[in-house]
């Protein structure tokens, strides 16, 4: 464990925490509207409460989860579509590579925003739209990543020896490329967590993520916006959990990635 | 080099076509259409076919495919089905705020990033800047848009809230009033993510042998940076200026939303609420083909500044 | 060779960092002079609004935006529908119902001009009633002005129309038709009309000018120049009120934000009267909602009042029936289903459901539906009925709900006036099926007075109260804020009509 990591989960730990705890306790039910339309903060309600008198704290804990899930579902899908794309591509011929990556450059061109609206207008609001799209966006990415990782890998004169020696490609994937590729990859999908929920938050903001029932620390900031000047914590509490939450996944990626090739340690 | 240009920009217009003909389908495959954004409740069965005859959205989809490449083959994307504008007339109205905001939000992140990259990179780690860049990373930029309103224009009165001048850029200072927060609270966003990518450029030239001869042949540090480091430097920094040029698009989409900027923007997010094909296709084509041109520009402009790039693309079929 | 590169390359970025430089001290500088800027020409009215046309035309599918904008400002009917409800003469000066009632004969205020200059003649007006009749029309009035035989026009000054059956409310239906002008323009992109404005610029998705018109024939708008500004936000809209960027907002989302602000009186906030709905709307067609006894426990469940209260913070009012105060039939209904949580178990026992019922409720996903789905559902939960949320976009709503009629019960905004007349018709998505009541509404529309047309629609909305055809949550308010120095605005943005002319600024 080096410093960064530990920062890095230590930022972590609070949020998960936080979700963990809404699983089983809130202050109040989410559903519950007995808190007064738009009570400031107090003993009551640490953070006030909504239009519909509903407890900001449970939300805001609520929204944990839905971060939380968002990100490492997110992440789980440009995974599963990225690797493979990219492994394909890395072992395809020249021209099926070509195309394939002119595909993922006229992918990664298309702004995440505008897959998520496709998505969101394809199969209505929710959730699940929000995190396939996030997904899908993060996934040409890691595509590329991946057959640029695949092609270095492949290049390396142990591969053609081995290849010269009869191994057959399956065993060359799992033998050779994966264990090779995998720290850099594993760095990639803890970045790629942070900017998960990021993207979701602000689709979310933009009134394109998930609709109510669920809850969202984007819409909780969007909301916020109301009732800034009666109690502006809730504008800054959602928020500075999600700085912590992104910022934790960033800095958990940069210390896996000094624990992976300790010569960084050296030079940085 | 020219035979390195045409095959660059035959693949990108062979992209943007695949792009555009791929969106054309999705898009028609989405249920509901533009007839019901232009009827209401009160509308009857006849009134929605008479609707959905006049746009064309009742053809089978290649003949409209066809129909459109047509009109697009004369630089004529069509007209909205929603405010029957021509889409180009739209889209340019557009652009007054969302270029401007980009570039100059760009621009400034550029002028926070390389300064406080270098320096960094040079007098060792700064724990401050460390921690502002984390934070910079971390934070979603339509919030530090939120907070930067509250502060500056709610509380403190300095500068408009949102909106953009009737008149537009008739009077630059009041466009540009409104677009001071904007453009603020995107650089402060975007400089977080330049200046890691400056900060280890820079690193990478310091550790070279030809800065220490420099500074063994006795030039000071800040003129050996700026004769040899600089450059060096800048040659890695500049691909990524371009994507990066890209996600500043993005995040000023986001941004135009929290300040009630009439961009580009909201103008696709109400396209798609209201099926409004026309005008969708006529912004990612557009956008699109910004973000494949930055690249292209980032590209030839890296092999301008590394020499051995340059001899690869003599070399190169 | 080398040196020679590097050289440029410095010589490039040390442009490059001046102009960035510079960008950044413009835009620096900017915020301090655009404070002291001197304003061209007379300041102009800022309107708030959060409904943007979606084009010019309110026959071309220009929406509530064009009727808040246009209507009364840039384009005058030959009636008007004032902000109280009332139906008064405009372009037509005077007119003539034959005995049987079924021959109007209007004639034509002279001397009107269009803003181009071209004179209204009674082709003008043909014209403009056969646009809302054509096949092409985008009209929500096309099927109430369906009753239109023929339109002639015998002289310039004179149109005669004839009706295929009587009509009481044709008149008030004239006031939302806009006379246009004949001549060859799309009236989506181009205004040609003869109000006290004329249209001078519209920049998309954001502002829209309206400039005074000199050759209007009536009393000159008060103020020269009248700016809408659009917002996608009531927040956004809230903001710029609280910074001056607008002076008064058609439509205010969230009053009790401002509030807060207004302990030295700054703002005016003034309540009025609108006709939009807030339906739970049940299937009447299918179980358990086929059942008025069930329909009656849901209504007498849900406390409407306290609804109300979350979402608006006091203002609006909760109305028992499809009809608004401003609405001569308009009676007290909402002792008709109480909310009394005893009384909607006792329904429920009744129809055979002691122990309560599951249902799917479909809930558009935008504001505030989903707010109101879960308050529904806390409700119910207190009579043991269970609510589904199903959340669903606009566009499936409108196939799903609205044409194939597949749903339990849903929430929706309906927002037009006097659309009680589609409890007549059993094909309406909501499919109330109650021939007493089709009945009652088509004999109000051919009657032969206002009297007799005010008692039947009466008991069309006290049957359709009795009958829990719909549970009619609440009507929400219009709120007009505006800046204390602000006057003369409409306060109750009937029909989503928003008069300008009449506003001045001290």
């Known amino acids: 464990?080096?410093?960064?990591?530990?920062?890095?989960?230590?930022?972590?730990?609070?949020?998960?925490?936080?979700?963990?705890?809404?699983?089983?306790?809130?202050?109040?039910?989410?559903?519950?509207?007995?808190?007064?339309?738009?009570?400031?903060?107090?003993?009551?309600?640490?953070?006030?409460?909504?239009?519909?008198?509903?407890?900001?704290?449970?939300?805001?804990?609520?929204?944990?989860?839905?971060?939380?899930?968002?990100?490492?579902?997110?992440?789980?899908?440009?995974?599963?579509?990225?690797?493979?794309?990219?492994?394909?591509?890395?072992?395809?011929?020249?021209?099926?590579?070509?195309?394939?990556?002119?595909?993922?450059?006229?992918?990664?061109?298309?702004?995440?925003?505008?897959?998520?609206?496709?998505?969101?207008?394809?199969?209505?609001?929710s959730l699940f739209a929000t995190v396939l799209a996030i997904g899908l966006a993060m996934s040409a990415v890691l595509a590329r990543l991946t057959r640029a990782l695949v092609k270095g890998?492949?290049?390396?004169?142990?591969?053609?020896?081995?290849?010269?020696?009869?191994?057959?490609?399956?065993r060359i994937v799992t033998g050779h490329v994966l264990p090779n590729i995998w720290p850099a990859l594993s760095v990639n999908l803890a970045l790629q967590l942070g900017l998960a929920v990021l993207a979701e938050a602000s689709l979310a903001y933009l009134g394109l993520g998930a609709p109510q029932p669920d809850i969202s620390w984007g819409r909780l900031l969007r909301e916020a916006q109301a009732t800034v000047f009666t109690s502006p914590i809730s504008l800054i509490a959602p928020g500075l959990l999600l700085a912590m939450l992104v910022a934790g996944a960033n800095l958990a990626a940069q210390g896996l990635r000094l624990a992976a090739d300790p010569a960084l340690r050296v030079t940085r | 080099m020219l035979a390195y240009l045409a095959r660059r920009t035959l693949l990108l217009a062979a992209s943007l076509l695949v792009a555009s003909a791929v969106l054309f389908v999705l898009l028609r495959l989405l249920p509901g259409d533009a007839a019901t954004t232009l009827l209401s409740l009160d509308a009857d069965a006849g009134q929605v076919a008479a609707v959905r005859r006049e746009l064309g959205v009742d053809r089978p989809i290649p003949g409209q495919f066809a129909i459109w490449l047509d009109h697009l083959a004369r630089l004529d994307f069509g007209r909205s089905f929603v405010s029957r504008a021509p889409v180009g007339e739209e889209i340019a109205a557009r652009l007054d705020v969302t270029i401007p905001l980009t570039?100059?939000?760009?621009?400034?992140?550029?002028?926070?990033?390389?300064?406080?990259?270098?320096?960094?990179?040079?007098?060792?780690?700064?724990?401050?800047?460390?921690?502002?860049?984390?934070?910079?990373?971390?934070?979603?930029?339509?919030?530090?848009?939120?907070?930067?309103?509250?502060?500056?224009?709610?509380?403190?009165?300095?500068?408009?809230?949102?909106?953009?001048?009737?008149?537009?850029?008739?009077?630059?200072?009041?466009?540009?009033?409104?677009?001071?927060?904007?453009?603020?609270?995107?650089?402060?966003?975007?400089?977080?993510?330049?200046?890691?990518?400056?900060?280890?450029?820079?690193?990478?030239?310091?550790?070279?042998?030809?800065?220490?001869?420099?500074?063994?042949?006795?030039?000071?540090?800040?003129?050996?940076?700026?004769?040899?480091?600089?450059?060096?430097?800048?040659?890695?920094?500049?691909?990524?200026?371009?994507?990066?040029?890209?996600?500043?698009?993005?995040?000023?989409?986001?941004?135009?939303?929290?300040?009630?900027?009439?961009?580009?923007?909201?103008?696709?997010?109400?396209?798609?609420?209201?099926?409004?094909?026309?005008?969708?296709?006529?912004?990612?084509?557009?956008?699109?083909?910004?973000?494949?041109?930055?690249?292209?520009?980032?590209?030839?402009?890296?092999?301008?500044?590394?020499?051995?790039?340059?001899?690869?693309?003599?070399?190169?079929? | 060779m080398k040196q020679q590169g590097t050289a440029l390359t410095g010589l490039c970025l040390t442009r490059l960092t001046v102009v960035f430089s510079a960008l950044a001290l413009i835009a620096g500088l900017a915020s301090c002079a655009a404070r002291t800027a001197e304003p061209r020409g007379e300041i102009p009215l800022n309107v708030g609004s959060l409904y943007e046309p979606q084009n010019l035309d309110n026959?071309?599918?220009?929406?509530?935006?064009?009727?808040?904008?246009?209507?009364?400002?840039?384009?005058?009917?030959?009636?008007?529908?004032?902000?109280?409800?009332?139906?008064?003469?405009?372009?037509?000066?005077?007119?003539?119902?034959?005995?049987?009632?079924?021959?109007?004969?209007?004639?034509?205020?002279?001397?009107?001009?269009?803003?181009?200059?071209?004179?209204?003649?009674?082709?003008?007006?043909?014209?403009?009633?056969?646009?809302?009749?054509?096949?092409?029309?985008?009209?929500?009035?096309?099927?109430?002005?369906?009753?239109i035989k023929t339109i002639a026009a015998p002289d310039d000054t004179t149109v005669v129309v004839t009706l295929s059956s009587k009509s009481i409310s044709f008149v008030y239906n004239l006031g939302f038709v806009w006379i246009v002008n004949d001549k060859d323009t799309d009236p989506a992109t181009q205004e040609d009309g003869t109000g006290p404005y004329r249209l001078a610029e519209w920049r998309r998705g954001a502002t829209l000018t309206l400039t005074r018109s000199d050759r209007y024939w009536g009393a000159p708008a008060k103020s020269a120049r009248v700016v809408f500004h659009y917002f996608t936000d009531a927040a956004a809209m809230n903001n710029a009120l609280l910074t001056?960027?607008?002076?008064?907002?058609?439509?205010?989302?969230?009053?009790?934000?401002?509030?807060?602000?207004?302990?030295?009186?700054?703002?005016?906030?003034?309540?009025?009267?609108?006709?939009?709905?807030?339906?739970?709307?049940?299937?009447?067609?299918?179980?358990?909602?086929?059942?008025?006894r069930i329909r009656r426990a849901v209504s007498s469940a849900i406390d409407d009042h306290k609804l109300l209260n979350a979402i608006w913070n006091g203002h609006g009012m909760v109305i028992g029936s499809m009809v608004p105060p401003t609405d001569p039939w308009?009676?007290?209904?909402?002792?008709?289903?109480?909310?009394?949580?005893?009384?909607?178990?006792?329904?429920?026992?009744?129809?055979?459901?002691?122990?309560?019922?599951?249902?799917?409720?479909?809930?558009?996903?935008?504001?505030?539906?989903?707010?109101?789905?879960?308050?529904?559902?806390?409700?119910?939960?207190?009579?043991?009925?269970?609510?589904?949320?199903?959340?669903?976009?606009?566009?499936?709503?409108?196939?799903?709900?609205?044409?194939?009629?597949?749903?339990?019960?849903?929430?929706?905004?309906?927002?037009?006036?006097?659309?009680?007349?589609?409890?007549a018709d059993p094909n309406f998505y909501w499919g109330y099926d109650n021939k007493k009541v089709s009945d009652w509404v088509i004999r109000s529309e051919s009657a032969g007075s206002a009297e007799e047309q005010i008692e039947l629609l009466r008991k069309v909305a006290r049957q359709i109260a009795e009958d829990a055809a719909s549970d009619w949550l609440y009507l929400n308010p219009q709120i007009v804020v505006s800046a204390s120095k602000v006057t003369g605005y409409p306060v109750n943005g009937l029909n989503a009509q928003f008069f300008v002319y009449d506003i001045v600024k001290r």
């Open chain 1, 153 to 170: 890998v492949l290049a390396q004169d142990y591969i053609t020896a081995s290849r010269a020696s009869g191994t057959s490609w399956p």
């Open chain 1, 1 to 125: 464990m080096n410093r960064t990591l530990v920062i890095g989960c230590a930022l972590l730990a609070p949020i998960v925490a936080l979700a963990a705890v809404s699983l089983a306790w809130t202050p109040y039910g989410p559903a519950d509207t007995t808190g007064g339309r738009l009570t400031p903060p107090g003993a009551a309600h640490l953070l006030g409460t909504d239009r519909l008198g509903r407890d900001l704290l449970t939300l805001v804990m609520i929204g944990a989860r839905t971060a939380l899930t968002t990100g490492v579902l997110a992440v789980a899908i440009s995974a599963l579509i990225g690797v493979a794309g990219g492994l394909a591509a890395g072992f395809a011929g020249r021209l099926a590579d070509d195309v394939l990556a002119a595909a993922l450059d006229i992918l990664i061109a298309f702004p995440a925003l505008i897959l998520a609206l496709l998505v969101v207008a394809a199969v209505r609001p």
């Open chain 2, 103 to 317: 570039l100059m939000a760009f621009a400034l992140a550029v002028v926070i990033a390389i300064p406080a990259g270098v320096r960094t990179a040079a007098r060792g780690r700064s724990w401050v800047l460390a921690a502002l860049t984390q934070l910079g990373l971390a934070v979603p930029v339509f919030w530090v848009g939120m907070l930067l309103m509250n502060v500056f224009a709610l509380r403190l009165r300095w500068l408009p809230a949102g909106g953009f001048p009737p008149d537009g850029w008739a009077d630059p200072m009041a466009a540009l009033a409104c677009l001071a927060l904007p453009v603020l609270t995107v650089a402060l966003v975007m400089s977080a993510v330049l200046v890691r990518y400056v900060h280890s450029a820079t690193l990478d030239v310091l550790d070279s042998g030809y800065l220490r001869t420099a500074r063994a042949l006795g030039a000071s540090f800040p003129a050996a940076m700026w004769r040899h480091g600089l450059r060096n430097a800048a040659a890695p920094v500049v691909p990524i200026l371009g994507i990066e040029l890209a996600t500043t698009f993005v995040g000023a989409v986001v941004v135009e939303d929290v300040f009630a900027l009439p961009g580009l923007g909201g103008l696709l997010v109400r396209a798609f609420e209201r099926h409004d094909y026309p005008v969708i296709q006529g912004v990612l084509a557009l956008s699109t083909f910004a973000v494949l041109a930055a690249g292209f520009l980032a590209d030839l402009l890296q092999r301008l500044l590394d020499p051995r790039l340059r001899r690869s693309i003599a070399g190169s079929p």
């Open chain 3, 244 to 292: 001056g960027a607008v002076d008064v907002v058609t439509s205010e989302q969230s009053p009790d934000a401002l509030a807060q602000f207004n302990q030295d009186h700054s703002f005016t906030i003034s309540e009025g009267r609108s006709t939009t709905k807030l339906l739970l709307a049940f299937n009447d067609r299918v179980p358990p909602f086929n059942d008025a």
């Open chain 3, 59 to 147: 026959v071309g599918g220009g929406g509530q935006g064009a009727t808040e904008a246009l209507a009364g400002n840039v384009y005058e009917g030959l009636f008007k529908i004032t902000d109280s409800g009332a139906v008064e003469k405009s372009l037509a000066e005077s007119y003539l119902t034959a005995p049987d009632g079924l021959t109007y004969t209007f004639h034509l205020r002279p001397g009107v001009r269009f803003h181009s200059g071209d004179p209204l003649t009674a082709a003008d007006v043909k014209y403009s009633l056969e646009r809302i009749l054509a096949a092409s029309s985008k009209s929500s009035r096309k099927s109430s002005l369906g009753v």
């Open chain 3, 330 to 423: 308009y009676e007290d209904l909402t002792g008709v289903n109480p909310y009394d949580v005893a009384l909607a178990k006792r329904l429920l026992t009744e129809a055979g459901k002691p122990s309560g019922f599951t249902f799917t409720l479909d809930t558009p996903t935008y504001d505030p539906h989903p707010t109101i789905a879960a308050f529904v559902v806390s409700e119910l939960a207190k009579v043991g009925i269970t609510a589904k949320i199903n959340s669903i976009s606009a566009d499936e709503w409108y196939s799903k709900v609205f044409q194939k009629h597949d749903f339990t019960a849903t929430l929706q905004e309906h927002v037009n006036d006097r659309d009680i007349r589609w409890y």
